[in-house]
């Protein structure tokens, strides 16, 4: 588009062509209006005004860890859903002892056995509930109505716990996690990961920074100069492809950019409107 030379007093690329060659009159692009480009050209009304948006490659992907399951809960239901795993079983087991239903003759053959036995032994209350909650159902059924009450409230629960477990881990299986680094401008200035910034050298993006007032912008812009910057933006949206890299440029090429290439991914800056 055309920077200006302040050794020379020269510019370059499209703005030289405007001033020096004389048979261009006028040129149709998106070239963004600055105080140094008005001193040198005249532009109509705009037509589009732009914001600047960041460039950035998209995070890869962490390999599923060992205990990924676990996900979908925190660590405070998980405790929770144990202890009530063992509470409820313990129940089971106090209700079927004290119910003279639990206590059933072990062989049928026999009419008066000698003593008679309770299935609700608390091995088998834990084996019983365990079961509900992999939904695979166990021989031992429940006899008494308080033992019947005690598995039907259980099981109900269970049916609400393996339900949103069962949809919780399917979202997080299925859906791709954005980056959680870089939200905005503030975090990639204060950045701890080593993601180096810079925008097109000389370009319209870098002088914002440059003649910026803004505190920020001023910290990023001394940041900036001490880096090399890209010439040109593909080299910018090279660099932040293959390096730790955040590119700055206009949104229209950025989205432009994002829509093309798979590996990349934008973070939009809202108050960085010109």
């Known amino acids: 588009y055309g920077t200006l030379d302040r050794a020379s007093g020269q510019w370059s690329g499209m703005m030289r062509r405007l001033i020096d060659d004389e048979n261009i009159h006028f040129a149709i692009t998106d070239l963004t209006i600055t105080a140094e480009r008005e001193e040198a050209v005249d532009f109509t009304t705009p037509f589009m005004n732009l914001g600047i948006s960041i460039l950035l490659r998209k995070p890869t992907k962490p390999e599923p860890a060992l205990l990924a399951f676990l996900l979908p809960f925190s660590n405070g239901v998980w405790l929770c859903l144990g ?40 091995a088998n209350a834990l084996w019983f509930n365990l ?16 033992s019947r009450a005690v598995a039907s409230v259980w099981w109900l629960f269970a049916l609400v716990i393996t339900s949103s477990y069962t949809a919780n881990l399917a979202t997080l299986l299925s859906t791709e996690t954005a980056s959680e680094l870089i939200k905005d401008v503030q975090d990639l200035a204060d950045n701890d990961q080593g993601i180096q910034y810079g925008a097109k050298a000389g370009g319209a993006t870098y002088k914002f920074f440059e003649q910026s007032t803004n505190e920020l912008y001023q910290r990023m812009y001394q940041t900036m100069k001490e880096q090399p910057m890209p010439l040109s933006n593909p080299e910018g949206i090279r660099k932040a492809l293959e390096d730790n890299f955040a590119y700055f440029a206009e949104s229209t090429t950025i989205e432009y950019t994002v829509e093309r290439l798979c590996d990349v991914t934008s973070v939009s800056a809202p108050s960085l409107v010109r």
């Open 83 to 122: 202890l009530a795993y063992l509470g409820t079983s313990l129940v089971l087991f106090v209700v079927g002892r004290l119910c003279p239903e639990e206590w059933q003759n072990p062989y049928p053959c026999i009419e008066e056995p000698p003593a008679l036995e309770n299935q609700f032994t608390l």
């Open 131 to 146: 079961g509900a909650v992999l939904q695979q159902g166990s021989e031992i059924a429940p006899a008494a109505y308080g």
